[in-house]
């Protein structure tokens, strides 16, 4: 294949991607450099092994060729890209994409079957440059109805809980879910639910970029980090979304059906103030 033809379907994918999910991600976020395939013509034999010239200490050292479909100018890549310095200087940018545009765009979609037993959709709410980003898993009842996050008597634990370590959703927080409309009788929303819905939450983190984020829950926090951990054992502590600190904690609603949770949650808030004091403090 010729390289214009893969840059072509390089940007095709690209922009597609970006219509998608409201923005740019990062792995489309640097320019590589394609190259024509190279095709190499040798014998059967070629191919399972060949001697080569000796190594670098006096010895033959025998490789083994595989197949190639394409040449990477040098690199241990497909394609080079213009370097990590590059990608970040895309990442810094919104890619033109506003927060207001990005929740748009969620209001209008219809990707899952949540779509369809919805009242309203709930994008989510607080201030554009927040410390923090709270995460639940989805919308219930009280927010189905009103179209805000966490706002039934979940939500109001979740106030006092971040007034406790100086947040507020009106002053230095935002609050988003996973998925975005309410799954019929608070059921967990499913794995396809999660995915429909997850590119839009990258796209809401990437725009605010807040210095860390508080997972509420168990499903929350393995959607984020794309693996399963059990919450019991690690609540409080501390994970990496691209470089931002996250700690799950249970989700309030658990300790309204448990107050038992309510001194370990405590204790993870405490630590999660800790933390976010060191960063302001850098």
């Not at 010729?2 to 320019?31: H, M, P, S, V, W």
């Not at 410390?131 to 039934?152: A, K, N």
């Not at 984020?213 to 959607?223: H, R, S, V």
Request: hydrophobic share 35%; net charge neutral.
């Amino acid at each position: 294949m010729k390289a214009n033809d893969k840059q072509l379907i390089y940007t095709l994918l690209k922009t597609a991607d970006a219509y998608e999910c409201g923005y740019t991600r990062q792995k489309f976020a640097g320019e590589p450099v394609f190259a024509d395939d190279m095709v190499v013509e040798c014998s059967r034999s070629e191919l399972i092994e060949t001697t080569v010239a000796t190594s670098n200490n006096g010895s033959a050292a025998v490789v083994s060729i595989q197949p190639t479909a394409y040449s990477t100018t040098g690199q241990d890549s497909v394609y080079s890209t213009t370097g990590q310095a590059s990608a970040d200087a895309n990442m810094s940018q919104n890619s033109g994409i506003s927060l207001d545009e990005i929740n748009a765009k969620i209001l209008r979609c219809t990707r899952c079957g949540l779509a369809r037993t919805r009242n309203n959709v709930v994008p989510g709410m607080g201030v554009e440059h927040p410390q923090v980003l709270v995460i639940g898993e989805g919308p219930g009842h009280d927010e189905d109805m009103q179209g805000l996050p966490f706002v039934g008597k979940a939500g109001v634990l979740l106030d006092r809980m971040l007034a406790a370590i100086g947040l507020d959703r009106k002053t230095n927080c935002y609050i988003a879910n996973i998925v975005k409309c309410r799954p019929p009788e608070n059921r967990n929303p499913l794995p396809d639910e999660q995915s429909a819905c997850f590119c839009f939450l990258e796209a809401q983190i990437h725009i605010l970029k807040p210095k860390m984020i508080l997972c509420m829950g168990k499903i929350a926090i393995e959607k984020l980090i794309n693996q399963s951990i059990p919450i019991t054992q690690k609540h409080g502590e501390f994970f990496e979304y691209n470089g931002i600190p996250v700690m799950p904690t249970y989700h309030p609603s658990a300790l309204l059906r448990n107050e038992e949770l309510k001194r370990p949650a405590w204790e993870d808030l405490k630590k999660f103030k800790r933390k976010l004091d060191e960063i302001n403090a850098n």
